[in-house]
């Protein structure tokens, strides 16, 4: 998980909750999640929380933070601002406000604003669609998952310096890797 910006998914999460009413489906979540940080690889040329991103049957997803979504993986911070899960809903922890969200920038909060006013009203399968037709980064895994680099990611949003940007995401990794020390 190095380089992951855990607190500030979590807190992607918990945005994303609290707009719709304090839950949030898991799928349309996933979505959203994956959608911000393509937006922010877009207008900033790097992703929000430098997540790994892989190809699922229902789409693109961030998959470090599916995984702690569904309570997959061990984590001291998720709990802090998602407080479980309702069926196919996840829930905001209680008490949590948008003055918590103290991780997220401006520039993240518009790319935010603007996905819940694209995509917020659709419904998650129409949401897991869009993304199918409009995110050609991801191929059908027929079943399983694969890796989407970074760097077909900003390949397929037309940068025009793809494979250096793409660089940049790997040595945000390694940097974070060499300062954590020895595991």
């Not at 998914?9 to 994303?16: C, E, H, K, M």
């Not at 518009?110 to 995509?119: K, M, V």
Request: aromatic fraction near 10%.
């Amino acid at each position: 998980m190095y380089g992951y910006r855990e607190v500030k998914a979590a807190q992607v999460a918990a945005w994303f909750a609290l707009k719709a009413g304090g839950r949030i489906n898991v799928l349309k979540l996933a979505k959203l999640m994956y959608l911000a940080e393509r937006e922010s690889m877009a207008a900033y040329d790097e992703p929000m929380f430098y997540d790994r991103l892989v190809s699922m049957d229902h789409g693109p997803v961030t998959s470090i933070s599916l995984n702690c979504i569904n309570g997959l993986t061990e984590s001291e911070v998720w709990p802090r601002y998602i407080g479980g899960r309702a069926g196919y809903d996840i829930l905001c922890a209680e008490g949590v406000g948008p003055e918590d969200l103290d991780h997220l920038s401006r520039a993240d909060l518009r790319i935010l604003d603007d996905l819940w006013h694209r995509f917020g009203h659709l419904h998650q399968f129409d949401l897991r669609d869009w993304t199918h037709a409009n995110c050609p980064e991801w191929e059908n895994p027929h079943g399983s998952s694969t890796p989407i680099p970074h760097g077909r990611v900003f390949k397929f949003l037309d940068k025009p310096n793809a494979e250096y940007l793409a660089e940049a995401v790997l040595q945000h990794r390694l940097t974070d890797r060499a300062w954590s020390g020895p595991a």
